[in-house]
Structures are given as structure tokens and as C-alpha cells.
């Protein structure tokens, strides 16, 4: 028997299952030469397969802005494709998709920027199934969200880090 509230589960005994949670939200952070980004990006995972290597399929979104350095700002616009290998915690992902850029007041021409461009990253993602239970007496609570870090590099972004929580 369980109850279910916005952020918690509560069971009468201890669950057993390790789902992934199939939604993330992030900030996502990331530099090249000359440029500077911030984004929020939302992702879906389409496919998940807990029992092989290659686990999940998915689609992320992401709006943000991007600076030149020492000149303008403009809006950027990201969507990938992505996969992650690995069990358990720790995963290698691979996303690849396309970022268009608005430039809003500094001169396409001077910055050499293209506004679409390929994307392609290739990250470290931390992410846990949803398996933590904390006992209550009887009762176990299990939060309904779960931490999840990425890091890596790519093009056009050099570097790249994520920050987020799965829902």
C-alpha cells in the first residue's frame, strides 16, 4: 500500500524497484572561445531499458542566453538527441542536435558565429534511480526526484556542466 503527495511516496513496506525518473530540469552552463552561455534545459527520457548497457534514449530543449565576450548578448536555442550508457549511478552520454543563435545587439558579421549550428557533446551524467527509502517507523518515504550532474565536452561548446534534479 502506498500514498503518493507532489514530491513523496509514502509505503507501508519497502519498495523494491530502481525506476529512472523520465524528466530533468537544468541549468546548463557552457564556453568556447569567445563565448559564454546559460541555459535551462528540460529533457525527456523516451526509452529507458534498466537492464542493458545502453539504458536511455531521449530528447532535451534548452533557451538561454549567450555572450560575446566584452561585446553583445543574443539568445540561444538548443535541441539534441541523447543516449547514456552505464547501470546504476554513473553514465557516459552522447547527445548530438542542432543550436540556433539569435544575436539581439552585437553584429553578426564581427562575431564569426553562425546562428545554426551542429551540436555534439560527449558528458559524464551522474544520475541515481529512484531507490532512496528512508524508513519511518513502519513507513518508508521515497522522495519523487533524484539529483542529476552532467560535465563534459563538445561542439560548439568546449566545456560544458549541468546541474539539475529528474522528476
Given at each position: 500500500?502506498s500514498?503518493?503527495?507532489?514530491?513523496?511516496?509514502?509505503?507501508l513496506?519497502?519498495?523494491?524497484s530502481?525506476k529512472?525518473m523520465?524528466?530533468?530540469?537544468?541549468?546548463?552552463?557552457?564556453?568556447?572561445?569567445?563565448?559564454?552561455?546559460?541555459m535551462?534545459q528540460?529533457e525527456?527520457v523516451?526509452i529507458?531499458?534498466?537492464?542493458t548497457?545502453?539504458?536511455?534514449?531521449?530528447?532535451?530543449?534548452?533557451?538561454?542566453?549567450?555572450?560575446?565576450?566584452?561585446?553583445?548578448?543574443?539568445i540561444?536555442?538548443?535541441?539534441?538527441?541523447?543516449t547514456?550508457?552505464?547501470?546504476?549511478s554513473h553514465?557516459?552520454e552522447?547527445?548530438t542536435?542542432?543550436?540556433?543563435?539569435?544575436p539581439?545587439?552585437?553584429?553578426?558579421?564581427?562575431l564569426g558565429?553562425?546562428?545554426?549550428?551542429?551540436?555534439?557533446?560527449?558528458?559524464?551524467?551522474?544520475?541515481?534511480?529512484?531507490?532512496?527509502?528512508?524508513?519511518?517507523g513502519?513507513?518508508?518515504?521515497?522522495?519523487?526526484?533524484?539529483f542529476?550532474?552532467?560535465?563534459?565536452i563538445?561542439f560548439?561548446?568546449?566545456?560544458?556542466?549541468?546541474?539539475?534534479?529528474?522528476?
Amino acid at each position: 500500500m502506498s500514498m503518493e503527495t507532489g514530491l513523496c511516496q509514502i509505503h507501508l513496506h519497502e519498495p523494491v524497484s530502481e525506476k529512472l525518473m523520465k524528466n530533468a530540469g537544468f541549468i546548463y552552463f557552457w564556453t568556447m572561445p569567445e563565448f559564454t552561455s546559460i541555459m535551462g534545459q528540460y529533457e525527456r527520457v523516451i526509452i529507458h531499458h534498466s537492464t542493458t548497457f545502453l539504458n536511455s534514449v531521449g530528447i532535451r530543449l534548452g533557451i538561454g542566453s549567450i555572450k560575446e565576450w566584452g561585446n553583445g548578448i543574443g539568445i540561444n536555442c538548443s535541441t539534441n538527441i541523447f543516449t547514456f550508457f552505464g547501470k546504476k549511478s554513473h553514465h557516459l552520454e552522447i547527445s548530438t542536435g542542432v543550436i540556433y543563435t539569435f544575436p539581439e545587439s552585437f553584429e553578426e558579421s564581427e562575431l564569426g558565429l553562425q546562428p545554426l549550428l551542429p551540436s555534439f557533446t560527449l558528458s559524464y551524467r551522474y544520475q541515481k534511480p529512484l531507490s532512496r527509502v528512508f524508513p519511518i517507523g513502519s513507513l518508508y518515504w521515497e522522495p519523487n526526484y533524484s539529483f542529476v550532474f552532467r560535465t563534459g565536452i563538445g561542439f560548439p561548446e568546449v566545456i560544458h556542466l549541468g546541474l539539475g534534479y529528474c522528476f
